[in-house]
Nanobody, 132 residues
Framework: RVQLVESGGGEVQAGGSIRLTCKSS?????????MVWYREAPGKEREGVAA???????DYGTSVKGRFTVSRDNAKNILYLQMNSLKTEDTGMYFC?????????????????????????WGQGTKVTVAS
């Protein structure tokens, strides 16, 4: 079982930046998991934002490419999402999630972004509001 706790959400002006953090606790080794960020906004479907495996292979949702950067600290069991050049449409609840995968498995990383329901373990979410 993996427990995930997100933090770092808040309100920010359009054009600004914010960094989200997801702390993982598990009896298993953190490097055995691919990690992903999803977001949910009112009236919109859940959207895959960014994902990566333990070796650093990444994939991003089309709407955030070039603006968001996902990273992880395997020694601290922490996942990050650096969000720059924020837009009002980035407003939403951001969730981190995890699923077991092998290192350097880009196919799984990509699948986690394009299928927002595939991950097994989920956090409770942190809210990001981007004001105009």
């Amino acid at each position: 079982r993996v427990q995930l706790v997100e933090s770092g959400g808040g309100e920010v002006q359009a054009g600004g930046s914010i960094r989200l953090t997801c702390k993982s606790s598990s009896g298993d080794n953190y490097i055995n998991y691919c990690m992903v960020w999803y977001r949910e906004a009112p009236g919109k479907e859940r959207e895959g934002v960014a994902a990566l495996d333990s070796d650093g292979s990444t994939d991003y949702g089309t709407s955030v490419k070039g603006r968001f950067t996902v990273s992880r600290d395997n020694a601290k069991n922490i996942l990050y999402l650096q969000m720059n050049s924020l837009k009002t449409e980035d407003t939403g609840m951001y969730f981190c999630a995890a699923d077991k995968c092998n290192p350097s498995d880009y196919d799984v990383v990509h699948a986690m972004v394009v299928n927002p329901n595939v991950a097994t373990y989920w956090g409770q979410g942190t809210k990001v509001t981007v004001a105009s």
